[in-house]
Nanobody, 116 residues
């Protein structure tokens, strides 16, 4: 059974940091590119960051470069999103996504709220 389980979300003050984790199971994690998306209330889901299957290449939404870092540990079947200098506009549900040429899987999401 394929599972992507996000964790690490919560309430943080502006300027703070959070690290999200996404633990994968039920598929060969190391052969999938991994992505983080987010969806704020009333807005479309947007791509935040992506990393290739072996972690050799990363991409970020232009507006987030320098504040967010995606990484993965294929030995632990886990992908991470380190978020710093958080702003209220970063408030959203953050989703983990695994993709290859044939399949795409989604996690259930974790809420991140940036507020004082």
């Amino acid at each position: 059974q394929v599972q992507l389980v996000e964790s690490g979300g919560g309430l943080v003050q502006p300027g703070g940091s959070l690290r999200l984790s996404c633990a994968a199971s039920g598929f060969t994690f190391s052969t999938y590119a991994m992505r983080w998306y987010r969806q704020a209330p009333g807005k479309e889901r947007e791509l935040v960051a992506a990393i290739t299957s072996v972690g050799g290449s990363t991409n970020y939404a232009d507006s987030l470069k320098g504040r967010f870092t995606i990484s993965r540990d294929n030995a632990k079947n886990t992908v991470y999103l380190q978020m710093s200098s958080l702003k209220p506009e970063d408030t959203a549900v953050y989703y983990c996504n695994a993709v290859n040429y044939h399949y795409a899987y989604w996690g259930q999401g974790t809420q991140v709220t940036v507020s004082s």
